[in-house]
């Protein structure tokens, strides 16, 4: 008798079941055609060194579009013209739109350079001189002002520990302790 229940609970359930596989896969394929706007910041204090060593993967595209609207200029991020502008544009912007408060006071944080990596860049920075990193506030504003839909991932780590989290805008604050 029990089994009957469950068997004829199951076949009722099974149009919504149904419908909610082909919402699944009609969301997939159109997922194929809508991009996502995700950023990728690394965090890692380097104890040896006493640096904390930042990288930032954003998409050639959409970073080179922001550049364009904010700088007003025509960006090549991957052929440049003139690498030094490309990298002093990016610096800025980067440096505008990722702050990092360690131990309590904000710190100013260096440009390194950048790489390309298939459809997306890996922008390097830097923080020297800093002891143990215990806590972080890392506001991140990466594209905001550019796509209304961007999501940025954040990665820490010190000894060893990881710990993720993510903002999505208009959020900016992410806050780590360890």
Request: proline fraction near 3%; aromatic fraction near 10%; charge should be positive.
């Amino acid at each position: 008798m029990k089994l009957a229940n469950k068997r004829s609970r199951i076949l009722k359930l099974l149009p919504a079941v149904k419908n909610q596989f082909l919402c699944a896969v009609l969301l997939i394929s159109l997922s194929s055609f809508h991009p996502y706007y995700v950023s990728v910041t690394d965090i890692k204090y380097n104890e040896q060194e006493k640096t904390i060593q930042i990288s930032c993967r954003t998409f050639t595209d959409n970073i080179e579009d922001a550049l364009k609207k904010l700088y007003k200029k025509q960006v090549d991020i991957l052929h440049p013209k003139d690498k030094k502008e490309v990298e002093s544009l990016l610096a800025d912007y980067i440096n505008k739109h990722i702050k990092l408060k360690v131990n309590g006071k904000w710190q100013a944080i260096q440009f390194i350079g950048y790489e390309k990596e298939e459809e997306a860049i890996w922008s390097y920075l830097e923080i020297k001189n800093v002891e143990l990193a215990k806590s972080f506030v890392v506001e991140n504003t990466l594209l905001y002002d550019y796509l209304p839909q961007q999501i940025n991932m954040v990665h820490v780590e010190v000894k060893g520990k990881k710990q993720s989290s993510k903002t999505t805008n208009p959020e900016k604050e992410l806050i780590f302790n360890f």
